[in-house]
């Protein structure tokens, strides 16, 4: 096989030396990006790109990625609630609103989206109540004021939608419905099939199908790499 000319191995070495270079930085950033989208702070800087001082800071920003901050402003809902807290496997305490109707035909149980807590689903509570049902309101693990400051995206979080129905099934209130909303409709899921459980009903609101979807779909607005 014929030998490339001398003065051509030199371009191609570095060639592959920066290509290599290129791929080992693009994995430490996706791997940064990975860690702040399932690491929360109690506060966190604002990231904006076009706020950057130069075009060194505004690269920097990029390859670490925004970091995300816990978001605790819970407006207390229009109707009568009453705390309820429970305790995951590894001690962590999980919080959550509990609302009853008198005569109720049931309860339903909500679950937030990633980033978001269990305040967000005050409509849809007020409005399965004027239906007659009870509802629990759940803040999910990192969430509202939940303990921990990390979110596996549904993995480990089904383990609070099996506290939630347990719950609501002891409570003797009739039928349980399981509602939830992008992550909160994947972690329904994946409880029920984890921890077999027998709702009498599940809403599945915007799920997505898997978590490379998921991260790619994110990609468009945080401009992940």
């Avoid at 130069?54 to 705390?83: C, I, S």
Wanted: with cysteine; glycine share 8%; proline share 4%.
């Amino acid at each position: 096989m014929p030998m490339l000319p001398a003065k051509l191995r030199s371009p191609l070495k570095w060639l592959m030396w920066i290509i290599v270079l290129q791929l080992l930085l693009g994995n430490i950033s996706a791997a940064l990006y990975a860690y702040r989208l399932t690491h929360f702070k109690a506060e966190a800087a604002e990231w904006n790109i076009a706020e950057a001082n130069n075009v060194f800071d505004k690269t920097w920003m990029l390859f670490t990625g925004p970091q995300y901050a816990r978001d605790t402003v819970e407006n207390h809902p229009v109707f009568p609630v009453r705390d309820v807290t429970f305790k995951t496997a590894k001690g962590l305490l999980i919080h959550a609103w509990y609302s009853t109707v008198a005569g109720a035909r049931g309860t339903v149980c909500l679950f937030h989206g990633l980033n978001s807590n269990k305040a967000y689903y005050e409509p849809e509570a007020a409005a399965f109540r004027s239906y007659g049902f009870n509802v629990l309101m759940v803040d999910f693990r990192a969430h509202g004021i939940s303990e921990g400051m990390q979110s596996t995206i549904g993995y480990d979080e089904a383990e609070e939608v099996m506290l939630a129905f347990r719950f609501a099934r002891n409570q003797g209130a009739g039928l349980v419905f399981l509602f939830g909303g992008s992550m909160g409709a994947v972690t329904i899921a994946r409880a029920v099939s984890h921890y077999r459980l027998n709702p009498d009903g599940i809403i599945l609101d915007m799920p997505f199908d898997g978590l490379v979807d998921h991260v790619r779909a994110r990609g468009g607005t945080f401009g992940f790499p």
